[in-house]
């Protein structure tokens, strides 16, 4: 079994960082692509930035600029630092990998449990 545990959400005031964080767990034989979606109340969930195992990253254009991906794979950890946050960006933060199992060799997509951003104007 793989579990994705986020941290790092919380209240911070506009033009602020946050820098959150998704821990993989398990069964793990390698990791294959990694991504940070958000959903706010009443929206669709949405890709914010993915990062492959090779360090390749794309990101939302509302975004760029001013979140970075990164991640760490010695320690199966993702990394979402965000800067400049803004009122448009408070959501349930999300963390979600494609990570290829030990025993079946076979690769599968995981979700976290969220963590909350919270902007204040």
């Known amino acids: 079994q793989v579990q994705l545990v986020e941290s790092g959400g919380g209240l911070v005031q506009a033009g602020g960082s946050l820098r959150l964080s998704c821990a993989a767990s398990g069964s793990i034989f390698s990791i294959n692509t990694m991504r940070w979606y958000r959903q706010a109340p009443g929206k669709q969930r949405e890709l914010v930035a993915r990062i492959t195992s090779g360090g390749s990253t794309n990101y939302l254009d509302s975004v760029k600029g001013r979140f970075t991906i990164s991640r760490d794979n010695a320690k199966n950890t993702v990394y979402l630092q965000m800067n400049s946050l803004k009122p448009e960006d408070p959501a349930v933060y999300y963390c979600?990998?494609?990570?290829?199992?030990?025993?079946?060799?076979?690769?599968?997509?995981?979700w976290g449990q969220g963590t909350q951003v919270t902007v204040s104007s």
């Open positions: 979600n990998a494609d990570c290829t199992i030990f025993s079946s060799q076979l690769t599968f997509n995981y």
